[in-house]
């Protein structure tokens, strides 16, 4: 079974530009997290998809930050206009929908650079 | 407010000699506890969570951590280290209503001597 992937793995780009990160989840996972990970800190929640719904959003940093899951499958993380402070490591995470016991799979990450 | 605090940034230890990573939690009720590893090029992966019952929890790769209420911690501990476990680590609490909202630590980056 496949796990969480994440595409790009690098991403390098201008700062005012527009990037998309995309997350495929475990295959029926309803729940889906994005977190970030700038400048060596410790990795902080974005946000939560229950299915295609946002669940919580409270770890979104600004205005500039749009996830989507249409369909409740993939999800993506677009930034526009990207601003150099944005730079770190973006994660994705799935899990079933379920009890306490129910494990989060991250998946690589997307090392988003911009210069 | 939650937080976790991992104080050691970066800890060698030599092949075979004992580990201990610690962990430090503030939350407002008994937590859900985790430890995650992420080795090089791979995404994070679950040590061990505590989340009830006993306190000494044990892991996959021989690693277990232990649950003390009265200091707010989870220390990791692995009793000999192998060269692969060289990775970093970091603990985490689960958010009461949605366990899967983590709270990380900073991170630990182990280095394993030969």
């Known amino acids: 079974e496949a796990g969480v992937t994440q595409f790009p793995s690098h991403s390098v780009i201008e700062k005012g530009q527009t990037v998309t990160l995309r997350c495929d989840p475990i295959?029926?996972?309803?729940?889906l997290y994005w977190y970030r990970r700038v400048m060596g800190k410790e990795i902080k929640f974005l946000l939560h998809?229950?299915?295609?719904?946002?669940?919580?959003e409270s770890g979104m940093p600004n205005n500039r930050f749009l996830a989507e899951r249409t369909g409740g499958t993939y999800s993506t993380l677009k930034v526009q206009p990207a601003e150099l402070e944005d730079s770190g490591v973006y994660f994705c995470?799935?899990?079933?929908?379920?009890?306490?016991?129910?494990?989060?799979?991250f998946g690589q990450g997307t090392r988003l650079t911009v210069v | 407010a939650q937080s976790v605090t991992q104080p050691d940034i970066h800890i060698t230890v030599s092949e075979g000699a004992s580990l201990e990573l610690r962990c430090n939690y503030s939350?407002?009720?008994?937590?859900?506890l985790f430890w995650y590893v992420q080795s090089p090029g791979q995404g994070l992966q679950l040590l061990l969570k505590?989340?009830?019952?006993?306190?000494l929890v044990q892991g996959i790769k021989g690693f277990e951590a232990e649950f003390k209420r009265s200091q707010s911690s989870f220390n990791l501990r692995k009793p000999s280290v192998h060269w692969s476990d060289a990775a970093e680590y970091f603990c985490?609490?689960?958010?009461?209503?949605?366990?899967?909202?983590?709270?990380f630590g900073s991170g630990t980056k182990l280095n394993v001597k030969p």
């Open positions: 995470a799935s899990s079933q929908a379920g009890t306490v016991n129910t494990e989060a799979f």
């Open positions: 295959s029926g996972h309803d729940n």
């Open positions: 998809f229950v299915k295609e719904s946002k669940q919580d």
């Open positions: 939350y407002g009720a008994t937590p859900y």
């Open positions: 505590y989340f009830s019952g006993d306190t």
């Open positions: 985490a609490v689960g958010a009461r209503g949605n366990f899967n909202k983590f709270y």
